[in-house]
């Protein structure tokens, strides 16, 4: 099992930044991939970024691309997501989630991280 905590949410203005961390714990040897998702009210869960946990890959969704930058800290077990020039439209509920490498999909997610950006 992987335990995911997500923190860093909050309230900020458009055109602001945030930082979101996601801590992993439990069997983080097992871990593949971390990504990120956000929920906004009414919505779909959609994709926002992945970082491959090894290499360091990264691939983010078109949405946030320039804006959003996905990182990690392999020794804290650790994935951020630094938000820049945010806007009314990034507000939603977000959450990491991880890849084991025996199924390939993701199975593990955090409870979630509310960030709300006013116009």
């Known amino acids: 099992q992987v335990q995911l905590v997500e923190s860093g949410g909050g309230l900020v203005q458009a055109g602001g930044s945030l930082r979101l961390s996601c801590a992993a714990s439990g069997r983080t040897f097992s871990i593949l991939v971390m990504g990120w998702f956000r929920q906004a009210p009414g919505k779909e869960r959609e994709f926002v970024a992945r970082i491959s946990w090894s290499g360091g890959n990264t691939y983010a969704a078109d949405s946030v691309q320039g804006r959003f930058t996905i990182s990690r800290d392999y020794a804290k077990n650790t994935v951020y997501l630094q938000m820049n020039n945010l806007k009314p439209e990034d507000t939603a509920v977000y959450y990491c989630?991880?890849?084991?490498?025996?199924?390939?999909?993701?199975?593990?997610w955090g409870q979630g991280t509310q960030v709300t950006v006013s116009s």
């Open positions: 989630a991880a890849i084991p490498g025996d199924t390939g999909k993701y199975d593990y």
